[in-house]
């Protein structure tokens, strides 16, 4: 099992919709970092957080450190928003090097449709 | 001004070659990573490196080797390329060497290996 699980995998929405992507993971964290993978293959860091809530645009981005949880908004979507989400933690491991590494969701498609 | 660059952008090449994938950053962050993105589009750290540590993902074949011939550059050197290793490679950058930085991607090289 992955430390970092996302659902839906495939999420397929109307022009104006609001979409939720989930995002929970298993280990202690000291960031989370939510990426979007446009359909071309570049990959643009939307947020990266620690607690509570950040707002960019039509997009928000939510944590709940007790839960392991996070959540990425988008508020109107639109067409040009389709492109795969990846969320990625930063593991808090004190006793290892790996800690200053990410580990990624497999992402979520999404598409919006006109 | 691109702020992380990656040359080249498609690489398609025999089983058992050497290759390399150049990555330049413009900056200043003092850390330069290397992810492999598979068919499945999961994205895995291969490499973290600033100017006093290497930290290797211990799945990495040793076949694959990063260089840095300066703080802006982080260059990965792979031996005897296997069918496996197609994939796309991503390289990024942030500020810092741990803690929650955002990361700075690369536009990504698509490797082939036939």
């Known amino acids: 099992k992955n430390e970092v699980e996302q659902s839906p995998q495939n999420l397929t929405a109307q022009e104006g919709e609001f979409i939720t992507i989930n995002c929970s993971y298993s280990v202690g964290i000291s960031a989370l970092h939510w990426l979007q993978q446009h359909p071309g293959g570049g990959i643009v860091s939307l947020f990266m957080l620690s607690s509570g809530k950040k707002k960019h645009g039509r997009l928000i981005a939510t944590i709940n450190i007790q839960e392991k949880h996070s959540s990425l908004h988008i508020t109107a979507s639109h067409p040009r928003d389709s492109a795969v989400y990846i969320c990625a933690v930063r593991r808090l491991l004190i006793s290892s090097g790996s800690a200053r590494q990410l580990t990624f969701g497999s992402g979520t498609q999404l598409t919006v449709l006109p | ?114």
């Not at chain 2, 750290?45 to 100017?51: E, K, P, Q």
């Not at chain 2, 260089?67 to 942030?94: M, R, T």
């Open chain 2, 1 to 114: 001004d691109t702020a992380v660059s990656q040359t080249p952008k498609y690489l398609v090449t025999q089983m058992g070659n050497d290759k390399s994938i150049k990555c330049e950053q413009n900056l200043g962050h003092d850390t330069m990573y290397w992810y492999k993105q598979d068919s499945k589009k999961f994205l895995k750290i291969m490499f973290s490196y600033n100017n006093k540590e290497l930290i290797i993902n211990e799945t990495v074949p040793n076949r694959f080797s990063p260089k840095s011939p300066d703080k802006a550059h982080l260059n990965l050197h792979i031996n005897s390329l296997e069918l496996g290793d197609s994939a796309v490679y991503f390289c990024a950058s942030s500020q810092g060497t741990g803690g929650g930085e955002t990361q700075y991607f690369g536009p990504g090289t698509r490797l082939l290996v036939l």
